[in-house]
């Protein structure tokens, strides 16, 4: 069942799976991410030109729907590298929800002949370049996973797409949808994986009975007629839009997994940083009024401290 409170909810992921009948279960996992609190609350402390607040709102509903796919206890990543405009792009959920995003680019360049159509997705090869998109789940002691595809097409979601089709070999249908309003920005997510028997990147992995191909094939045609001001309707809960999509299929709804906009910085964890540097390094790194200042690129807190001057 979904969460009753659904329609009050701005910011998660709603699961849903697509049955193949009988002897096949959940042969089709969905999501759909309404991640409209979270990016506001991201974009409203950065001073994004629109083209590129439009790649960090795509970024972060994307990593939050892969991250809803998968079963860790750690930070899942999204982060990509390029040598354009835009030279890193990161957004990161933990298990619990927690999500954050932030992108570095050179704030002297030239933006004249970047697409800023608000009806088509944020140019990502236009912004970033040559470069690479990595995905990676750490889970601390428990180890690291990290896979990694070049970015050689203009949309997030074709990069996206290029890695599950080449690297893990899951056959994914992906929609993203982000843009600002008069309200503010909104962004959504929209996620098909065929889930595989033997779960994942085997030689092994089943091929699709003619029943699962047809269902498939049939959730995809029924995703592609989503267009996106549906997708960017704040009137349209996930709930709503999921059923109008995909009930012929009896999409079978799951619990709500909540997105939250918060930092992993804090003060302790500044304390821990400047307590290891040597008196010498503080003075080095200290600005003019001898006062050494830390602040955080994701959620742009600040700390100052006082730097005792060197009087030899």
């Known amino acids: 069942m979904a969460d009753p409170n659904l329609s009050g ?25 309404r991640m409209d ?22 970024a972060v509903v ?31 959920v933990t298990t619990d929800g927690a999500t954050r995003g932030y992108m570095s680019y050179d704030q002297d360049a030239n933006l004249d002949h970047i697409d800023t159509d608000s009806n088509s997705s944020a140019p990502m090869m236009q912004l970033m ?23 050689e097409a203009q949309a997030i979601t074709d990069v996206a797409l290029r890695y599950f089709r080449d690297s893990e070999q899951i056959d994914t249908a992906l929609m993203l949808a982000a843009d600002i309003q008069d309200d503010g920005w909104h962004a959504t997510g929209l996620l098909l994986q065929r889930i595989p028997e033997t779960g994942g990147n085997y030689d092994d992995v089943l091929p699709m009975s003619d029943v699962e191909e047809d269902i498939w094939h049939t959730a995809c045609t029924m995703m592609a007629t989503c267009e996106r001001r ?6 349209l809960t996930p709930e709503m839009l999921v059923h109008r999509l995909f009930h012929e299929l009896d999409a079978r709804l799951l619990p709500w997994r909540m997105r939250r906009d918060e930092c992993r910085c804090s003060s302790q964890r500044a304390e821990q940083i400047i307590a ?10 200290a600005n003019e009024h001898n006062q050494l200042v830390m602040s955080c690129e994701f959620c742009k807190s600040e700390w100052v401290w006082d730097v005792a001057p060197n009087n030899t």
């Open 37 to 58: 609190d979270v990016v506001n609350g991201i974009l409203g402390r950065h001073n994004y030109p629109d083209a590129m607040a439009k790649l960090a709102a795509e």
């Open 230 to 235: 549906e997708m960017l309707d704040p009137a």
């Open 9 to 33: 909810v701005l910011s998660g992921v709603l699961p849903f799976v697509i049955d193949a009948g009988p002897g096949r279960q959940a042969a089709i996992r969905g999501r759909l991410a």
């Open 276 to 285: 290891s540097l040597s008196d010498d390094e503080k003075r080095d790194l």
């Open 129 to 151: 370049g040559g470069g690479h998109l990595a995905f990676t789940v750490d889970q601390g002691k428990k180890g690291r996973y990290q896979g990694i595809v070049p970015i």
């Open 62 to 92: 994307l990593a939050s729907c892969l991250a809803s796919t998968m079963n860790y206890d750690g930070i899942f990543s999204l982060q990509a590298k390029g040598d354009g405009i835009v030279n890193t792009l990161l957004a990161d």
